[in-house]
T-cell receptor, first 110, second 112 residues
């Protein structure tokens, strides 16, 4: 079983739609959680960290369910510029390297 | 600040040729990483260096070697390139204890 699993998509949604991405992780000792964004043919960049209590950054909301080992990202009022691949990322402990999911591709259509 | 830089941006090799991918960061980060990204496979860690003078294998180290030349630079060497090493290679760096990793722009390598 892959350590971090995501629905690969693609998700094709109209502008203004709300879209949710889900991710599961297999290591119950995982300590830190993130969503990264990767534009086509570009490097990944941190979108937001995910905290146990859930957190919001503008139109983006991230949630963590440690009991179910599940992470989600909700994007409200989708923009064309949100089109990208969204990577679910986990750090297991301390200063160990990040573990990346394969990513979910989002296309926002006018 | 340039952040993380990688050279070259593109490279075509013939099977059996060798080359070194260069990576440098100007953010005074302790940790550096090499990943490869293939369609449908996501980012996979090749090697990493938690601090100057140390290197460790990641998920897919076979066919690669690395050198942490100093705190700024971390190079990846392919001694005898194979078509299976056709990929996009990303270098990244981070500060120990800080969670975000910063990525370079990538090197697109094709082995024929």
């Amino acid at each position: 079983r892959k350590e971090v699993e995501q629905d690969p998509g693609p998700f094709n949604v109209p502008e203004g739609a709300t879209v949710a991405f889900n991710c599961t992780y297999s290591n119950s000792a995982s300590q830190s959680f993130f969503w990264y964004r990767q534009d086509c043919r570009k490097e990944p960049k941190l979108l937001m960290s995910v905290y146990s209590s859930g957190n919001e950054d503008g139109r983006f909301t991230a949630q963590l369910n440690r009991a179910s080992q599940y992470i989600s990202l909700l994007i409200r009022d989708s923009k064309l510029s949100d089109s990208a691949t969204y990577l679910c990322v986990v750090r297991n402990s301390g200063n160990t390297p990040l573990v990346f999911g394969k990513g979910t591709r989002l296309s926002v259509i006018a | 600040n340039a952040g993380v830089t990688q050279t070259p941006k593109f490279q075509v090799l013939k099977t059996g040729q060798s080359m070194t991918l260069q990576c440098a960061q100007d953010m005074n980060h302790n940790s550096m990483y090499w990943y490869r990204q293939d369609p449908g496979m996501g980012l996979r860690l090749i090697y990493y260096s938690a601090s100057e003078g140390t290197t460790d294998k990641g998920e897919v180290p076979n066919g690669y070697n690395v050198s942490r030349l100093n705190k700024r630079e971390f190079s990846l060497r392919l001694e005898s390139a194979a078509p299976s090493q056709t990929s996009v290679y990303f270098c990244a760096s981070s500060v120990e204890g800080v969670l975000e990793q910063y990525f370079g722009p990538g090197t697109r390598l094709t082995v024929t």
